[in-house]
């Protein structure tokens, strides 16, 4: 009665009053009252805040936990109330995050990962005293996996990993009690579930059982996700952007292991190689000696490894540096110094743009984010063929050699971001390359001194000469290009001259002794840069241009970063060869290095998955993981054709899109009759593995399910019987009876049924369906 009173008064209410007594009835009704989901929730948060001031490196936003915990701590207390008030507030604290946001978003043109991230924070902070409902929390827990998202895209380093799975762990009950809360499960009201829900031993199994699934197949995705050449996004990560003072030329290196402790000549063993005068010394423990316009290769020791630099790639290859011209008898020097072009960035923007030579051989772009982790000189590693490097300096200088220089020396926290025009390597081009060189070429790159040009020239041709008399009347093609020529000599210097394992198998020179004649006649071998040395000294003899290029190897490929980890003992001096039209490429002839330096030919698409593989292959025998290495290979190398090709296809024009989608829907429709297959056939080795009355009942139940009337789940089988009748025909519903009758009377009266005719029963009213 009172119902039907209110009922019968509210069409008396004006419109805009029942409007308002409805919003805030429904949102009275959305308060979340669970303390475990508020709880978990601001957990949730909370590990996101400070994954991404760990991947960060900073503390900059842990101030914000504390005011989270008591701002939730408020929302809760004051969860049943209007808080107009403090909406107003919330909402002016909003605005003034916001403008801050646009402040520093002028000051940070480019990676502006960090400021969205802290933009995010804030808002949190302001949101946590104002969520009372069901769906503030959701918008919380929102914000958490965003920041998890951002620290996961800052990640340098292996300390994430333990946050992430904090942060799983925290995210599964999180997300149970969520869903428990919607389905209105927030009590367990009788005394049976309340002894249940204590009993927490009971649910931890199947707790770690779902985190260890998740975990493994979160991995297995990772490890074969493809990983293409390129970013996909255009927003390039540099770091803050830095103020120059006075007039930057470009002409000087500034190399830390050079010029401590005031000592420029290196005589008491620090600093060494500074003039390059070929003097007997020491090299530096923490910095290579050929990063400087000379270089001085008559020095012994060795580094102490530290890590310099990691480098974001998609593509695995040689850190170029600087390189060197003009060989002086006992190391290099860039004899072009002065000549230095500088090129500004515009003050909008933290590009600058390169111009490349230009080159008829085909190129790949290809983009690389470092990031330095200790002091190095003010020389900018890159890829070879840098078109454009994002930058924090205002300006950057290119020297003769196309290597990079800024006006500072990058320290820790220095990031940049280079692309690069990377040429691809085609060696029956290169080998059609000719031999007419430019005069500028012929000029730097064939210079040797008189003293050992003869000596050097014989000793090349021979090597060539042999090679070429061993081969006559064999399939292999006699060494008739450049190309062919530079690759045999260097394999030649890896297999016939080794480095010495103490000081007295490779002394230091005397003061009228040359590195190469050393290297070749007197000790049969050097140091692994001599071997670099040598075979850009033989090549220049016989007529090759060639030059010393010296930079770091990829170094170690962190797969759960995606970066590689670059340390000072990476650091090593190569040769590059000049081909008319087609540029300069790069020989390794340094014993246990690849001869040919890592470059955009090598597929590289699933590299996590190679490297794993490369663990895995450590721990079988060698026929073993030699059968395996080419399975998978041409697996791997077939698929990636494949894909590549198929993806080919939308950039050909409507056509190619128009071909494209009809691969993809016949593959689409072609997977969905395999899988129909493969449910089938499931089917069949599950219902051979059931007792036969269980066997046939679920063959009916299939039967029927597959006509669109299947049995319901809570219905029993005299039920489903029942209702069979006002759905099939009379003779249809007769036998589903009889067989659920049977099937009842098997499985809970004990009764054998007969099954031959159940069997019959049961093909009879398939073909009458059929019929």
């Known amino acids: 009665m009172l119902k039907f009173t209110r009922m019968s008064q509210d069409w008396r209410l004006p419109r805009w009053i029942k409007w308002q007594q409805s919003v805030f009835l429904s949102s009275s009704l959305e308060v979340e009252n669970s303390v475990p989901l508020r709880v978990l929730v601001l957990l949730l948060v909370t590990v996101g805040i400070i994954a991404k001031d760990i991947a960060s490196e900073s503390q900059s936003s842990f101030w914000a936990v ?83 998202g951002v620290a996961a895209t800052l990640s340098q380093t292996l300390a994430f990993a333990p946050v992430l799975l904090v942060f799983l762990g925290v995210a599964l009950p999180t997300l149970i009690f969520d869903y428990r809360s919607r389905l209105g499960i927030t009590n367990l009201k009788s005394k049976k579930e309340r002894e249940k829900s204590e009993k927490i031993s009971s649910v931890l199994p199947s707790y770690f059982l779902l985190f260890s699934l998740i975990l493994v197949i979160g991995l297995g995705i990772f490890a074969i996700l493809p990983r293409f050449p390129g970013y996909q996004m255009r927003m390039f990560p540099v770091s803050s952007n830095i103020e120059v003072k006075g007039n930057f030329t470009g002409r000087s290196i500034i190399n830390p292991g050079y010029v401590r402790q005031g000592n420029g000549n290196g005589s008491n063993g620090t600093g060494t190689g500074t003039g390059g005068n070929g003097e007997p010394g020491k090299v530096d423990s923490s910095y290579y000696y050929g990063f400087n316009s000379r270089m001085n290769q008559n020095l012994r020791g060795e580094m102490k490894p530290k890590v310099v630099m990691r480098v974001r790639s998609q593509i695995e290859g040689f850190w170029r540096v600087l390189a060197f011209d003009k060989y002086t008898g006992k190391g290099w020097e860039i004899s072009r110094n002065e000549k230095v072009q500088t090129y500004k960035r515009s003050p909008w923007s933290y590009q600058i743009f390169i111009p490349r030579p230009g080159t008829l051989g085909t190129t790949k772009e290809i983009v690389q984010t470092y990031s330095v982790i200790s002091e190095m000189p003010n020389l900018v590693p890159a890829m070879s063929h840098p078109k454009e490097v994002y930058f924090p300096a205002p300006m950057i200088a290119v020297d003769s050699e196309n290597g990079l220089r800024a006006p500072v020396s990058l320290g820790d926290g220095f990031t940049y971001t280079v692309v690069s025009e990377v040429p691809i390597r085609d060696r029956n081009l290169l080998g059609k390359a000719g031999t007419e060189y430019p005069a500028s070429i012929k000029k730097y790159y064939l210079d040797i001194p008189t003293e050992i040009a003869d000596k050097v020239r014989d000793r090349t041709e021979k090597i060539l000469a042999d090679y070429n008399k061993n081969r006559v009347g064999k399939s292999d093609k006699s060494l008739d290009s450049a190309y062919e020529k530079a690759l045999y000599l260097a394999q030649y210097l890896k297999q016939n001259y080794k480095i010495p394992e103490t000081l007295d198998e490779f002394p230091f020179l005397g003061e009228k002794e040359d590195l190469v004649t050393a290297f070749l006649f007197k000790y049969k071998g050097g140091y692994p840069d001599h071997f670099s040395t040598t075979l850009t000294v033989m090549l220049r003899s016989i007529g090759i241009p060639a030059r010393l290029v010296a930079g770091f190897a ?135 593995k059931l007792p036969p009355m269980e066997s046939l009942y679920q063959q009916m139940l299939q039967w029927t399910d597959g006509k669109g009337l299947g049995k319901h789940p809570s219905q029993t089988p005299l039920e489903f019987a029942k209702i069979s009748s006002q759905q099939h025909s009379p003779f249809i519903a007769e036998i589903i009876d009889e067989i659920s009758q049977a099937y009842v009377n098997w499985r809970y009266g004990g009764y054998a049924p007969n099954l031959n005719r159940l069997r019959s029963r049961l093909d009879e009213m398939k073909k009458t369906a059929k019929s």
């Not at 008591?70 to 209007?82: E, K, P």
């Not at 060698?622 to 290979?633: I, K, M, Q, Y």
Request: charged share 10%; net charge positive.
């Open 66 to 148: 504390p005011l989270s915990i008591v701002g939730a701590s408020w929302s809760y207390n004051h969860r049943n109330s209007r808080n107009v008030s403090v909406k107003f507030g919330i909402a002016i604290g909003m605005l003034v995050a916001l403008g801050a946001f646009f402040g520093r978003l002028l000051g940070e043109l480019n990676d502006t990962r960090l400021v969205l991230a802290d933009l995010l924070i804030q808002l949190q902070v302001l949101h946590s005293f104002d969520m009372p409902r069901r769906k503030d929390l959701g918008y919380s827990i929102v914000i958490g996996v965003i920041l998890l």
């Open 554 to 688: 990829p170094g170690q490929f962190n797969p759960f970063t995606g970066m590689y980890v670059v340390q000072n003992i990476d650091a090593y001096a190569m040769t590059e060869v000049y081909f008319p039209k087609y540029g300069w490429f790069a020989f390794d002839p340094i014993p246990q290095h690849p001869l040919i330096p890592p470059s955009i030919e090598e597929t590289q698409t699933f590299t996590v998955l190679q490297h794993f593989w490369k663990w895995v292959a450590g721990w079988l025998p060698s026929p073993v993981t030699g059968f395996l290495n080419n399975l998978f290979g041409t697996i791997f190398s077939w698929l990636t054709r494949t894909f590549i090709w198929f993806f080919g296809l939308f950039t050909q024009g409507w056509f190619g899109i128009v071909r494209g989608l009809i691969i993809a829907t016949g593959l689409g429709f072609a997977g969905w009759l395999a899988w129909q297959g493969f449910r089938k056939w499931c089917d069949r080795i599950a219902l051979s």
